[in-house]
């Protein structure tokens, strides 16, 4: 369920009242807004979420500019990877690409849910993505960490819970070739093509037993990524970190995606955070801990606080 669904469905189950205002024409879509209202007041919600109240236009704005979150991060000493603003003309300057260490991730400087992301390992295919993009664009060039990637889901600086994130990938069984993989392998045509397209020369390959091959870069659910170990458990350490995040970027509700070198989410000193999303989809929490939690320990209190 996305969140708009989510949302319906809380209100719904615990009888409050709601108008679904559509984006075209009368059909329903998770881009539609909810209204809700009491007292007097009115809460408008788009994408099932918060975009005005009480994530506010400030801090929304931070969260979407992946180099002003690292900015307001730093001030409160939290550890990001190491990073370089260029705008695109300025990507492939010899200047530039002459200090670079391959791999690198590459991002747009404001986007979501691991559009237009990319781990570049070239300089062929840095200059691949330069010529295809906009010209206008601003990409942030981002230093490559290896670890395990977590999602912590916060409201108010108060850690909901926390799950391991994935990218799309396959596992070779030692039989199968990647063409069959791909071909048996439940993900949208999108995808498929793409990979087709980036492992084109691997595709009559049997892929060992075990072996790894990434479909997408990116981690989200949207995108095609998967997630495991979901859990409530968290440690003193872990919400003194959350509570800095909180006061350097105070957004009510958000989802935090960090990396941990050691593989220990509770490993403070081994976190870089990779960046924070002003929206984050509640279906990992609704589905696994149920409508109450979700209602509980995130909707009522911000309806108790907005409508008083």
Known sequence: MNNFEILKSLCDEYKIPYDVISMQSDNESESSFVKISRNGKNLYSRYGFLSVFPNTAFTHEIAKSKWLTKKFLALEGISTPASLLVTNDSLVDPKITSNLKYPFVLKPYRGARGLDVSIIN?????TAVHSAADKQAKWLIEEYIEGQEFRVLLYKGTVLCWY????????????QTLATHLDNTDINSQVRAATREKYKDRL???LPL???INMLQATNL???????????TTTPQLETWAQSIYKAVPLCVCGIDVIS??????????????????DPSLSVPFEHFGSGFV?????????EEYFG
């Open 122 to 126: 070239s300089l062929e295919q840095l």
């Open 222 to 232: 949207t995108r095609g990524g998967s997630y495991s170990e979901v859990n409530q």
């Open 261 to 278: 070198t050691s593989g220990d989410l509770n490993d403070i000193e081994s976190l870089k955070l990779i960046e924070i999303n002003a």
């Open 204 to 206: 009559d390959v049997v």
């Open 295 to 303: 209602f509980k320990r995130v909707w009522e209190p911000i309806l």
């Open 164 to 175: 391991k994130r994935e990218s799309a990938h396959i596992l070779g069984d030692g039989t």
């Open 210 to 212: 075990g072996a790894k």
